[in-house]
């Protein structure tokens, strides 16, 4: 089934992208784009076009500039500012595909009300990452298992959907990278219903990445063992859920996590 369907088939979507001088891979991005309802960009003072190049295309995209203090604070004015019942958070690299996002909407449709990306399931990969990074990944992936009695496969990877009656609930604060983190275990500490859903990850297509592996692994780690010590987050069921649309989904395709 094709997502071009959605205004007939699903809620209203809402594509939330963070850019920092990407008007390069926005020109293989923005064309993609065209089924969900709604745009928002939240640029941090581009100054290679960006934001001249979205509104070329999308004259109707929200634009959101300021100050580029991280990509935490950017997905949080993002998701603040969201108005659809569904909003997918993807990178504005070109390394997450528009193409999944049936497989993730379906998910939310069927009662989720948070579902993350891995690049470790049954149909998923990446091209982008190197040993260290995989390792790393690892690592805390098992450590946040732990902690949280999950069973993740993908921690470090920030391609994710949500309904937006949850985005109060996470109660998100973080800045930088360690949103990933912070959006996987609240959804926990809050209560919510969480699957994984399979993402096929390819290089960056333009540029370089502002990730450092050793600075934002380390804001991971603290992220997620200060979390598990803070108190609890409100548990309240929040407005029901939608009625799930009758969609088929292969076994292979998810996994719901411990929160079932």
């Known amino acids: 089934m094709s997502v071009s369907g959605h205004s007939r088939r699903w809620p209203t ?3 939330v992208v963070p850019t920092l001088n ?3 891979n926005l020109r293989w991005l923005m064309p993609r784009l065209t089924a969900v309802d709604e745009i928002v960009i ?5 100054t290679d076009g960006t934001v001249e190049y979205v509104l070329s295309v999308r004259p109707d995209a929200r634009i959101i500039i300021e100050p580029p203090t991280g990509k935490g604070t950017a997905m949080r004015t993002g998701m603040a500012a969201a108005t659809s019942e569904m909003i997918i958070m993807l990178d ?3 390394s997450m595909d528009p193409a999944e996002f049936d497989s993730f909407l379906a998910l939310l449709c069927r009662g989720y009300d948070f579902v993350k990306g891995t690049r470790y399931g049954c149909g998923g990969g990446s091209d982008d990452l190197t040993g ?3 390792l790393g990944n690892s690592v805390l992936t098992g450590l946040a298992n732990r902690l949280y009695r999950q069973n993740w496969s993908d921690l470090c990877y920030g391609y994710v959907a949500m309904r937006r009656d949850a985005v109060e609930r996470l109660r998100l604060e973080s800045t ?4 990933e983190t912070e959006m996987c275990v609240n959804a926990v500490r809050a209560g919510l219903r969480i699957a994984e859903v399979a993402s096929h990850e390819t290089e960056r ?9 050793w600075r934002d692994g380390w804001r991971v780690l603290k992220t997620m063992v200060r979390l598990r010590f803070a108190k609890p987050l409100a548990t309240e069921a929040g407005p029901p859920a939608a009625e799930p649309v009758p969609i088929h989904i292969q076994a292979a395709a998810f996994s719901p996590t411990g929160t079932e």
Request: aromatic share 4%; no cysteine; net charge negative.
């Open 13 to 15: 979507v809402t594509a």
């Open 22 to 24: 990407e008007a390069a």
């Open 42 to 46: 939240v640029d941090g003072q581009s």
């Open 92 to 94: 504005a690299d070109g």
């Open 132 to 134: 260290l990074r995989r």
């Open 176 to 179: 930088g990278f360690e949103i």
């Open 205 to 213: 297509r333009h540029g370089e990445s502002n990730l450092n592996t």
